[in-house]
T-cell receptor
Framework: AQSVTQLDSQVPVFEEAPVELRCNYSSSVSVYLFWYVQYPNQGLQLLLKYLSGSTLVESINGFEAEFNKSQTSFHLRKPSVHISDTAEYFCAVDTGRRALTFGSGTRLQVQP | NAGVTQTPKFQVLKTGQSMTLQCAQDMNHNSMYWYRQDPGMGLRLIYYSASEGTTDKGEVPNGYNVSRLNKREFSLRLESAAPSQTSVYFC?????????FGPGTRLTVT
C-alpha cells in the first residue's frame, strides 16, 4: 500500500519570500504524483502533476515540483510567494488505480 | 459546464438518522469518487466507481453505501449516522489523471 507524508502541517512565510512544501511517498510500484490546492471553503484544484518524462513540472502560477525517485519525494517550491497563495496544499499519489492517496496537507500562510 | 455539483452544501443530522449525499458531473467522465476530509488527515477515499455499473471500496467504507445511478450521478448514503461521520465530504470525477472536485458537503452528526 502507498502512503504520502507531508512533514509540515503549517508553513508561515512573508510575501515575496521563497517557500518549499515537502512531500514524501512510499510505494513499491511506479507512481503518478500530484499537488492540489484548496482555498478556504472550496474544493480542491489541481496545481500540477507528474506522470512521466521530465522530473521538473511547473504550474501556470509559478509553482514547480521535482520528482526525485531515489528520495521518493515530490517537493513543491515557489521562488516568491504572494498573499493570494495562502491556502492548503495537498500532495497525492496514484499507483495506477486512478484512486488518489492524499497527504495530510500543509497550510501555507503568507504574511505581508 | 457546471463541472461537479454536490447537494446539500450543509447538513446537520442526529445520531441514527439516514441521508443521501448527491453528486453529479456534466463532463462525461467515466470515474467518480467520494472522499471525506477531516482536520489533519487530508482526504480519505470512501468509495469509487471506475465506470457506470461498478463500485469499489476505498480506504474508509464502513458506515457508507454508494450508488452509481448513471454516468452522471454518484450518490453516497449514510444509513445510520454516527458522530464519527462528522466531516466534509467531497465528490470528484475523472476521465484521465486529473480529478475534478465538487465544492463539498459539510455534515455534522450530533
Amino acid at each position: 500500500a502507498q502512503s504520502v507524508t507531508q512533514l509540515d502541517s503549517q508553513v508561515p512565510v512573508f510575501e515575496e519570500a521563497p517557500v518549499e512544501l515537502r512531500c514524501n511517498y512510499s510505494s513499491s510500484v511506479s507512481v503518478y504524483l500530484f499537488w492540489y490546492v484548496q482555498y478556504p471553503n472550496q474544493g480542491l484544484q489541481l496545481l500540477l502533476k507528474y506522470l512521466s518524462g521530465s522530473t521538473l513540472v511547473e504550474s501556470i502560477n509559478g509553482f514547480e515540483a521535482e520528482f526525485n525517485k531515489s528520495q521518493t519525494s515530490f517537493h513543491l517550491r515557489k521562488p516568491s510567494v504572494h498573499i493570494s497563495d495562502t491556502a492548503e496544499y495537498f500532495c497525492a499519489v496514484d499507483t495506477g488505480r486512478r484512486a488518489l492517496t492524499f497527504g495530510s496537507g500543509t497550510r501555507l500562510q503568507v504574511q505581508p | 459546464n457546471a463541472g461537479v455539483t454536490q447537494t446539500p452544501k450543509f447538513q446537520v443530522l442526529k445520531t441514527g438518522q439516514s441521508m443521501t449525499l448527491q453528486c453529479a458531473q456534466d463532463m462525461n467522465h467515466n470515474s467518480m469518487y467520494w472522499y471525506r476530509q477531516d482536520p489533519g488527515m487530508g482526504l480519505r477515499l470512501i468509495y469509487y466507481s471506475a465506470s457506470e455499473g461498478t463500485t469499489d471500496k476505498g480506504e474508509v467504507p464502513n458506515g457508507y453505501n454508494v450508488s452509481r445511478l448513471n454516468k452522471r450521478e454518484f450518490s453516497l448514503r449514510l444509513e445510520s449516522a454516527a458522530p464519527s461521520q462528522t466531516s466534509v465530504y467531497f465528490c470528484a470525477s475523472t476521465t484521465g489523471y486529473e480529478q475534478y472536485f465538487g465544492p463539498g458537503t459539510r455534515l455534522t452528526v450530533t
